[in-house]
């Protein structure tokens, strides 16, 4: 057992299992059986915990996220049980940020949602949230807090439009309405969809792909995507243009290149 799966160990919720798949590829899945994998109190502080870990972990390249296939669902949104008794100021407690939400997307190493079934609500955000959404044809996806007098309060409203466009998340938001993988894939909420019994291998060949590659760089790419939709567009390729140079200055970048003159495989050094 690594340092990083004896954190989960005791967990109730969550565990993450190192390697299994892919060197330096962290899969962490939650499990909630009884509820559809919906995110309660316990599910999020666990996540929390567990991606602390993760940021901590040199070893740790990129983390899948996935639901427990008992579960029968990726995240069938937050707990509902939790919402029935809580009054503003609790909410308002629960919602200051970061949540696992801000964790997963601010995460230093990429982040796949490996979307096993359905992403409701919070689970459809956490998917969000995520870097690069894989998913199975048989997920559904939707925001249905509509349907229960609330809207999405995990980010969807200002993730979803960004991804989809405001039409497309005006009419998953203010419908409820829950769309296949296929539809969710043509209007990019997903990036691939595929049979469950491909899902591994899309998942697993994309981490391991990204987990070759130099964990500096990979963080540098992602703060670089990321400014797309915080940044205007002259102020994100200024920001760029930053990123770009400051990577001059390490050790993996005349790497790279002696590697390819040299028709070898490079040996980052994270530097
Ligand atoms: N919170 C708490 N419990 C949930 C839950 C959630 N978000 N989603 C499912 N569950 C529970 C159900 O209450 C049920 O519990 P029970 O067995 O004690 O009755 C159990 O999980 C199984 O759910 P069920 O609805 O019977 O399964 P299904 O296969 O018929 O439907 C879903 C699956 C995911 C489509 C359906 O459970 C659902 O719509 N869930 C709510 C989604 C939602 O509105 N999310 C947004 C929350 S803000």
Not at 4 to 24: K, P, R
Not at 183 to 192: N, T, Y
Not at 247 to 262: M, Q, S, W
Request: some cysteine.
């Amino acid at each position: 057992m690594t340092d990083l799966e004896a954190v989960t160990e005791d967990f109730e919720t969550v565990s993450a299992t190192v390697g299994d798949e892919v060197e330096g590829v962290v899969t962490v899945t939650l499990s909630r059986p009884d509820a559809r994998n919906a995110l309660n109190a316990r599910a999020r502080s666990e996540i929390t915990d567990v991606l602390a870990a993760i940021e901590d972990d040199e070893a740790s390249r990129v983390v899948v996220l996935t639901g427990d296939s008992e579960g029968k669902a990726f995240v069938a949104g937050a707990d509902i049980t939790e919402f029935r008794d809580r009054g503003p100021i609790e909410q308002r407690e629960a919602s200051k940020r970061p949540r696992i939400y801000e964790r997963v997307a601010n995460l230093s190493v990429p982040v796949i949602a490996r979307i096993n079934g359905h992403a409701l609500g919070g689970g459809c955000e956490l998917a969000q949230a995520c870097d690069v959404r894989v998913a199975a044809d048989v997920a559904k996806l939707g925001q249905p807090e509509i349907n229960l007098g609330i809207i999405p309060g995990g980010g969807g409203t200002q993730r979803l439009p960004r991804l989809v466009g405001e039409g497309q998340a005006m009419r998953l938001i203010l419908s409820g309405d829950l769309i296949d993988a296929e539809e969710a894939a043509k209007i990019g909420l997903v990036d691939i969809v595929c049979s469950l019994d491909e899902l591994d291998d899309e998942v697993y060949g994309l981490a391991k792909s990204m987990a070759s590659k130099s964990p500096t760089v990979l963080e540098f790419a992602k703060t670089a995507v990321q400014a797309s939709s915080q940044m205007d567009i002259d102020d994100g390729i200024e920001y760029e243009a930053e990123l770009f140079s400051q990577l001059f200055a390490t050790a993996d970048k005349n790497e790279g290149i002696d590697a390819f003159f040299e028709d070898r495989d490079p040996e980052w050094q994270a530097k």
